[in-house]
C-alpha cells in the first residue's frame, strides 16, 4: 500500500517524504501544485503529481493507480497575515479543497488521513501550556479555515468508517539534518527563516513585530518544533492508523516557549553576526504566546523528540540558508 502525500514538494512534507523513504516505503506519491514548493525539493524515487488537491478526477486516478490506502494532507495556504487580508482565499484553499480532496479519497478508497493542522486553532488560549481538548477558538482566518477542515474530516471519518490523526503543529523550524532539504520559500515570513536570512546578509533587518504584548519581555512566545521530528511524528501516526488504531486529534511541540527576542539572541550567538534589528508595531493576527501541551502524543503514540534544542534548530536553519545561497536558488 503506497501514501498519497498533498503538499510534498513543500517545506514540511518534503521532510515527510523523506522520512517515509527512510524508514523503507516504497512507493511515496506527492501532489503537489508547485505554487510555493519546489520539484527539486523531492527524491528522484518519488512520483510527482502535479496539480490541484481539488481536482477530484486527478486524486481518485492518483489513489487507484498507486494503491493508496493513506492520505497524509499539508498542501495548503500558511501565513497568518496573509489570511487576515485574503481570507476568502484562504478559505478555499484551506477548506473548501480540502473538503473536494477527502470527498475524492475517500470514494477512491484511501482508509487514513493524517491532516496538517495548527496551534492556530487556539487562538489566544487561557491556558498556555495548551492541552488538545481545550476548546478551539482561532482569532484569525488562517485558523478558522484549518478548524473548519478539521470538523469535516472528524465527520466524515465517522460517516464513512476511516481514521485518521490530526496534528497540530506549533512553529515549524530547522532543517533536514543530513542537509537534503529545508525551508526554501522565497520571502519566507517565518521568524527563523528571515532571522537567518538577516544573519547571512541576504535582508538588510528583522523586524520585531510587537514588543507590548503580555509576556515577560513584551515579545511573542512561540513553541519552536524540529521539522523532521514532525516529520517522524507522521510516521508513527501513519502505523498507527495502519494497525487499526483510534482516531486521534494531537499537538506537536516540545511544551516550551522561547520569545521572539530570545530566538533573535540565539540566531545572533548561533551565527556569530550582530544583524540590525528594528522594533515595529504588532502585526495583524497574531496571538501573543503559544506552547504546546506536549504530552499526549508521547503517551499515544510513543513520539520521542531527537532534536528538541533551539540552537540546533538554528544551526540547521542557518546550514540550509547559506546551501539555498551556493545553490543559487534564492
Ligand atoms: N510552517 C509552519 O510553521 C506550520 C505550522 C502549522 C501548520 N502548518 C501546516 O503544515 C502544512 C505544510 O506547510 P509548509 O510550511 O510546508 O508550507 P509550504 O508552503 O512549504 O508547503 C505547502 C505545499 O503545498 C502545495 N500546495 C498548496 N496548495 C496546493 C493545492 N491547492 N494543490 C496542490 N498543492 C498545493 C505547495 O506547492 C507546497 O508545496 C500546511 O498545511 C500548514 O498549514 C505549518
Ligand atoms: O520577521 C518576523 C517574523 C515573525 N515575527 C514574529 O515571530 C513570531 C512567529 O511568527 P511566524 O511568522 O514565524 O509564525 P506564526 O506564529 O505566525 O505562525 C506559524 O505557526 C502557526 C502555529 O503557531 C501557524 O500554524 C502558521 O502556519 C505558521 O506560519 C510572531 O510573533 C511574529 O510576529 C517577527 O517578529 N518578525
Known amino acids: 500500500m503506497a501514501v498519497l502525500v498533498t503538499g510534498g514538494a513543500g517545506y514540511i512534507g518534503s521532510h515527510m517524504v523523506l522520512a517515509l523513504i527512510d524508514a523503507g516505503h516504497d512507493e511515496v506519491v506527492v501532489l503537489d501544485d508547485l505554487s510555493t514548493g519546489f520539484d527539486w525539493a523531492l527524491p528522484p524515487e518519488v512520483t510527482l503529481v502535479r496539480g490541484d488537491v481539488a481536482d477530484q478526477t486527478l486524486v481518485a486516478e492518483t489513489i487507484r493507480r498507486h494503491n493508496i490506502d493513506a492520505l497524509a494532507h499539508f498542501a495548503a495556504k500558511i501565513v497568518v497575515p496573509d489570511s487576515v487580508s485574503d481570507p476568502l482565499g484562504y478559505y478555499l484553499a484551506n477548506t473548501v479543497k480540502s473538503r473536494a480532496l477527502i470527498e475524492a479519497a475517500i470514494g477512491a478508497g484511501v482508509r487514513h488521513v493524517i491532516f496538517s493542522s495548527t496551534a492556530a486553532v487556539y487562538g489566544e488560549p487561557a491556558v498556555v501550556p495548551v492541552p488538545e ?141 550582530d544583524f540590525p534589528v528594528k522594533l515595529s508595531p504588532r502585526r495583524a493576527g497574531d496571538p501573543s504566546r503559544i506552547v504546546a501541551g506536549a504530552d499526549r502524543i508521547r503517551a499515544e503514540l510513543g513520539w520521542v523528540p531527537q532534536h528538541d534544542d533551539l540552537r540546533e534548530i538554528v544551526t540547521q536553519a542557518l546550514a540550509w540558508e547559506e546551501a539555498l545561497g551556493r545553490r543559487n536558488r534564492i
Not at 488562517?142 to 464513512?160: F, I, P, Q, V
Not at 490523526?165 to 517565518?190: E, I, K, M, W
Open 133 to 273: 481538548d481545550l476548546p478551539p477558538n482561532p482569532i484569525n482566518p488562517y485558523g478558522r479555515s484549518k478548524l473548519m477542515t478539521e470538523w469535516m474530516l472528524e465527520d466524515a471519518a465517522r460517516a464513512h468508517g476511516i481514521s485518521y490523526v490530526v496534528l497540530r503543529y506549533f512553529n515549524v523550524a530547522g532543517a533536514d539534518p543530513r542537509g537534503r532539504s529545508g525551508q526554501s520559500t522565497p520571502n519566507a515570513t517565518h521568524l527563523i527563516k528571515v532571522a537567518t536570512q538577516a544573519a547571512l546578509g541576504k535582508r538588510g533587518q528583522l523586524e520585531v513585530f510587537g514588543t507590548d504584548y503580555p509576556t515577560p519581555d513584551g515579545s511573542c512566545l512561540r513553541d519552536y518544533i524540529q521539522v523532521s521530528d514532525l516529520a517522524a511524528a507522521h510516521l508513527v501516526a501513519l502505523n498507527h492508523l495502519r494497525g487499526g488504531g483510534a482516531s486521534l486529534t494531537l499537538n506537536c511541540g516540545y511544551g516550551r516557549g522561547y520569545s521572539v527576542l530570545e530566538v533573535i539572541d540565539v540566531v545572533k550567538s548561533v551565527s556569530g553576526v
